[in-house]
């Protein structure tokens, strides 16, 4: 594993960058955008019932994404919703360098077009060059076994760049071949 560098890393130095350096005018390689981290996170509010859903999210979440998933835990008591602090209510995982090219190749290829009556993701970004993604079932992955699934969960995935411009930020994903909706 020492030698090996993911696919989209390779593209990212040999293709994507050079043409956005081309494109956007930029004269020194510091310029142009990359991606820092992807973030996922998966909310299990039915945890609160069932402790066995977080152990589940972890090992869904570690298989889909390579790299150990932790526990997120509740910040403050909510009476309404029998939450109390420091629960466990979620999973998480950050990735980062040769694991986040490989979640993104993998992403990108075979887990979106596997999204129900898919045509792209929104261009929505949130202000400050991140963009994040909704999935509403975690069978999208070829990682997850259909018949082990107990129940259907969704997740957030923040995909976090170097630059506060949302345009830059659009224009990394797009040449990294992101499906974004076309209109």
């Known amino acids: 594993m020492k030698g090996y ?3 989209y890393q390779k593209k ?10 081309k494109r956007l005018n930029l004269t020194n390689k510091m310029q142009v955008p990359r991606l820092e981290k992807i973030v996922i996170n ?20 570690t298989a889909i994404t390579g790299q150990k998933a932790v526990a997120t835990m509740s910040r ?12 466990e209510i979620g999973v ?6 040769k694991v986040m090219y490989e979640f993104l190749e993998r992403f990108i290829n075979a ?17 400050r060059g991140n963009y994040t993604v909704g999935i509403q079932e ?26 506060d ?3 830059l930020a659009f224009e990394l994903l797009k040449e990294f071949g992101f499906p974004f909706k076309k209109n």
């Open 5 to 7: 560098t993911p696919n």
């Open 76 to 87: 403050k008591d909510i009476s309404n919703f029998k939450l109390r602090k420091a629960k």
């Open 12 to 21: 990212y130095f040999e293709e994507v960058r050079p043409a956005l350096m």
């Open 92 to 97: 998480k995982v950050t990735l980062r360098n």
């Open 111 to 127: 887990a979106a077009p596997r999204i129900k009556d898919f045509n792209g993701f929104n261009k929505k970004f949130d202000g």
């Open 42 to 61: 998966q909310g299990l509010g039915i945890a609160l019932t069932d402790k066995k859903f977080i152990e589940k999210g972890i090992s869904e979440l």
């Open 165 to 167: 411009s949302d345009e």
């Open 138 to 163: 975690q069978i999208i992955f070829p990682e997850i076994d259909i018949e082990k699934v107990e129940k259907i969960t969704g997740m957030n995935i923040t995909f976090v760049t170097n630059t």
